[in-house]
């Protein structure tokens, strides 16, 4: 199968979706729209060093070869979605260029993540307003997202702003179609194929265990220790010479 992606299509919201989208933040926190507390930071801003840490650890941390294989795999989206007589596919040179310092800036050992709206600007010699439509393109065609956030301030009085905000956390994520496509450039299993090979290999540990093994495996101290027991005395009773000692 090519490498190739499908041109992807971007169904327009419904009337009622804004009434029930969620963003990404509301569903690592669990928490919905809550009214402005009155400080300057913008809604639902979670305090850092929260669900963030864990996110980076689970998306943000790959190894170099599948970095690249995720950059080309984006380049081909947006060729594939680029409709006849545009310049830019769904992503955009733009959206190409902050996906790429995203991939470049992540780090290697925690997967941290947070790079301000001008840093990106910066880096990549844009428009912050170029930058922020960017970001929108890659989390609506979804390569991206991200949890706003904020921190108290330290040594505040009591009537001066208590929190500030701090640069958005973000969370390198794949398209359904980018992943394949990654998956098959890595020659990755598929999943079915992960399935099968882990269901035999269960099945082949199971037909090929001894006693000693599962008792090794009770995770339970005590429990591992009855079954041996049991084991002791069901061994006693029935001796490999196959006669049981006189009383």
């Known amino acids: 199968m090519s490498n190739s992606l499908p041109a992807a299509t971007f169904p327009r919201p419904s009337s009622g979706a804004s009434n029930i989208a969620r963003s990404f933040s509301e569903v690592t926190s669990g928490i919905r729209d809550r009214a402005r507390s009155g400080q300057p930071v913008r809604r639902n ?3 850092a060093g929260g669900a963030e840490v864990a996110l980076w650890r689970a998306h943000n941390m790959f190894s170099a070869t599948e970095h690249n294989a995720r950059m080309r795999a984006a380049e081909e989206f947006d060729h594939e979605t680029k409709l006849p007589g545009k310049r830019n596919g769904a992503l955009g040179a733009i959206g190409l260029e902050v996906l790429r310092l995203m991939l470049r800036m992540r780090g290697r050992k925690t997967g941290r993540l947070d790079l301000s709206y001008q840093q990106i600007a910066d880096k990549i010699h844009r428009s912050r307003s170029a930058v922020g439509e960017a970001l929108d393109r ?7 997202d991200w949890i706003r956030r904020c ?6 009085l009591p009537d001066e702003q208590q929190t500030e905000q701090i640069p958005n956390a973000y ?5 359904p179609t980018v992943r394949e496509c990654v998956r098959r450039m890595l020659r ?15 099945q082949k540990k199971i037909d090929t265990a001894t006693v000693d093994d599962v008792i090794a495996e009770v995770q339970n101290l005590e429990l591992r220790a009855l079954l041996a027991k049991v084991r002791l005395s069901v061994d006693s009773a029935n001796p490999l010479s196959g006669q049981t000692e006189a009383l």
Do not use: T, Y
């Open 45 to 47: 801003s979670q305090n």
């Open 138 to 144: 890659l989390k609506k065609c979804g390569f991206l």
């Open 151 to 156: 921190q108290p301030i330290e040594d505040a």
């Open 171 to 175: 969370i390198l994520l794949q398209p």
């Open 188 to 202: 990755r299993p598929s999943e079915f194929v992960r399935a099968v090979a882990e269901k035999l290999a269960r």
